[in-house]
């Protein structure tokens, strides 16, 4: 069996602390639709307590995103490295496919070394940890063997870049075509991958439900007038190729 993560706890306390790594070029959709999901949580709790406390990180004070916005983190990476076993949940949102890939590449040349890549890797060494990537955020963890011996999803046009970083490492991962994937592999940390952007509310939705209930998963659902999709594994999609 898959390591039991603490979030899955039902005696944990709450709220469970959820870490949100911020990067040049991601995508606010990645990050905010599933910060919806997990505040809805929050305020639909019949208890009125929360279930989760969110926390944003990053390099700068301000990241700018895809869309041309600008965010503001709650504490550094650096910070969040420290504190690495703090966090319960590490959301992990996609970005533009290039910058990623060059914050992989510099990292691994040692050009500039990536705090991010050390708090992901860092991270995955936390047996009861729980990760959940949307969209590229995948990328990451293949390209740090993370994936290794897993099955995993990522944004369809990503598929063939994952797969690629994860045979570069002589990984034995099974990439498929999904909206989202619960990754239980025995004897390894909870990681859930998500497809594209939209992909990654269904998958939060998915684990809420898991942490606090199908009550509060629809009652959240439904304030925000959302239409829950599945798994939706599609084992028979041609990877396309890709860096």
């Not at 039902?10 to 469970?16: A, E």
């Not at 870049?161 to 990439?175: E, F, P, R």
Request: hydrophobic share 40%; aromatic share 6%.
């Amino acid at each position: 069996m898959a390591f039991s993560p603490r979030a899955l706890n039902k005696s944990h306390p709450h709220p469970l602390k959820v870490l949100i790594p911020l990067f040049p070029d991601f995508n606010t959709f990645d990050a905010n639709g599933p910060i919806e999901v997990l505040s809805q949580a929050n305020r639909n709790n019949p208890s009125g307590s929360s279930i989760f406390a969110l926390t944003l990180a990053a390099d700068n004070e301000l990241t700018r995103s895809i869309e041309g916005i600008s965010i503001a983190r709650d504490i550094s990476l650096t910070d969040a490295l420290t504190r690495v076993e703090e966090w319960d949940i590490v959301l992990l949102p996609g970005g533009v496919r290039d910058s990623i890939l060059g914050i992989i590449e510099k990292h691994q040349s040692g050009v500039l070394k990536s705090v991010l890549m050390q708090l992901l890797k860092r991270y995955a060494d936390v047996k009861d940890g729980l990760t959940l990537t949307v969209c590229t955020g995948s990328l990451f963890l293949a390209a740090l063997g993370v994936l290794d011996g897993r099955t995993v999803t990522s944004h369809w046009a990503a598929l063939g870049g994952v797969k690629s970083l994860c045979d570069g490492n002589g990984s034995k991962t099974k990439v498929v075509r999904a909206r989202w994937v619960d990754s239980k592999e025995e004897g390894l940390p909870r990681l859930i991958t998500a497809g594209g952007v939209a992909c990654g509310i269904d998958a939060t939705f998915y684990l809420v439900e898991l942490i606090a209930g199908a009550e509060i998963a629809e009652k959240a659902a439904t304030v925000v007038d959302y239409q829950r999709r599945g798994e939706e594994l599609q084992e028979d999609f041609v990877i396309p190729a890709g860096k």
